[in-house]
Nanobody, 120 residues
């Protein structure tokens, strides 16, 4: 069974920084893409940042230049460094991995979510 555990959320003032982590455990043979999503109250879940197996990164326009996604492949961990935070960044942040445990099927695995609150 694959589990994703997130950490690093919290309350921060506007302009501050937070670093989220998401570590996967279980019988993972390989991880494809690693992504961060967020969902604010009343809004749909949106893709914030992603990193492919080859290391290519992508970002939502709203976070470009402020957020950085990175990973530690050996630790099956993805990070999201968030700088210059704004109140509109307030949301529950979720990580998602595409992974296989048997080299036959690939599934999406989600973390439980971590709250990020940015005060003005």
């Amino acid at each position: 069974q694959v589990q994703l555990v997130e950490s690093g959320g919290g309350l921060v003032q506007a302009g501050g920084s937070l670093r989220l982590s998401c570590a996967a455990s279980g019988s993972i043979f390989s991880i494809n893409a690693m992504n961060w999503y967020r969902q604010a109250p009343g809004n749909q879940r949106e893709l914030v940042a992603g990193i492919t197996r080859g290391g290519s990164t992508s970002y939502a326009d709203s976070v470009k230049g402020r957020f950085t996604i990175s990973r530690d492949i050996a630790k099956n961990t993805v990070y999201l460094q968030m700088n210059s935070l704004k109140p509109e960044d307030t949301a529950v942040y979720y990580c998602k991995f595409g992974a296989t445990t048997d080299w036959k099927t690939w599934n999406d695995y989600w973390g439980q979510g971590t709250q990020v609150t940015v005060s003005s």
